[in-house]
């Protein structure tokens, strides 16, 4: 397993990612033997599940200042109290700031992002050599042939990120659909070494009726150890940008965007990192294109 090389769009260079448990996940997807042995932990969801109830105990705050420490998170950022494990990793953020200018497309979270324009439906870009069906992610081949040709950003959430999603322009969620599966790790590792992750791993479809860039479908991707994905908006209720969707629990996480062809134009930065072969980093709230 290499270094993660991510691209600081501040300060224009490019820096090694910070990886929690990166020996584990090179065992569990490096080796045959950790192939072998970690397949009842990432298709069966208990031990996910059971590290989650661990999660919400009292005794896991004893982890929270190892990992603050070892992933050199600023806890000045966000709201204090934190009780349990989870209560960190579902951490609230101060002064939230969003890009309200309504031609602008902003992320909903912080992450670190790649970004394909003009897909084809049948061979979106997952690693290199490695695609899969839009069919297959979002479970409706009739769904998946409107956004062929679309855009499709893909953004990872590692454990030291904000994980709480937002609503990235004024809009509604129309339709919202939970589709089981596994929980593989959204390690970059792992792309290369799992045919078809995305439509593997546990996740949520929604399509949000947005007022400035047509209907767009958002799927929210659980991973290792990520087995809850909570939903803080409703069905058919009208939200503004910048108010709060969802959360993850856990781990770390993944949130795949698909846009209609021409509603954006992504910014150049951004894609010629994809190109290249590199994320980029994001915050919340910031400009990623034009409608």
């Not at 932990?41 to 996910?48: G, L, P, R």
């Not at 992320?107 to 297959?136: F, M, R």
């Not at 959430?157 to 790790?185: E, Q």
Request: proline fraction near 2%; aromatic fraction near 10%.
């Amino acid at each position: 397993m290499g270094n993660i090389i991510l691209y600081d769009r501040e300060s224009q260079r490019y820096e090694i990612e910070k990886v929690m448990g990166d020996k584990f996940l090179k065992i569990m997807y490096d080796t045959a033997a950790g192939r072998f042995i970690s397949k009842p932990v990432v298709y069966n969801t208990f031990a996910s599940k059971l590290y989650g109830k661990y999660a919400d105990l009292p005794i896991s705050k004893r982890l929270i200042g190892r990992m603050v420490k070892d992933l050199n998170i600023n806890l000045s950022e966000y709201k204090q109290g934190f009780n349990t494990l989870n209560s960190f990793f579902a951490r609230e953020k101060l002064n939230l700031k969003f890009d309200m200018r309504q031609d602008v497309l902003v992320s909903p979270c912080e992450a670190n992002i790649s970004v394909w324009q003009g897909i084809n439906k049948d061979s979106v870009i997952q690693a290199k050599n490695h695609t899969y069906k839009l069919e297959e992610l979002i479970g409706d081949s009739k769904l998946a042939e409107e956004y062929n040709g679309g855009t499709c950003i893909r953004f990872r959430l590692s454990p030291y990120h904000y994980h709480r999603a937002h609503f990235f322009d004024d809009a509604r969620i129309v339709y919202s659909k939970n589709i089981k599966g596994a929980l593989h790790t959204v390690n970059p590792l792992a792309w290369s070494r799992v045919k078809n992750m995305y439509c593997e791993n546990k996740r949520v479809v929604n399509i949000l009726k947005t007022n400035n860039f047509k209907d767009v479908i958002m799927i929210e991707i659980g991973a290792l150890f990520v087995g809850s994905i909570i939903h803080s908006a409703g069905l058919e209720k009208n939200y503004t940008r910048g108010e709060e969707l969802s959360y993850f629990k856990f781990g770390g996480s993944m949130i795949i965007m698909l846009l209609k062809k021409d509603s954006v134009t992504i910014d150049q930065d951004i894609l010629l990192q994809t190109e290249l072969g590199y994320e980029t980093k994001v915050k919340v709230g910031e400009k990623i294109g034009r409608r």
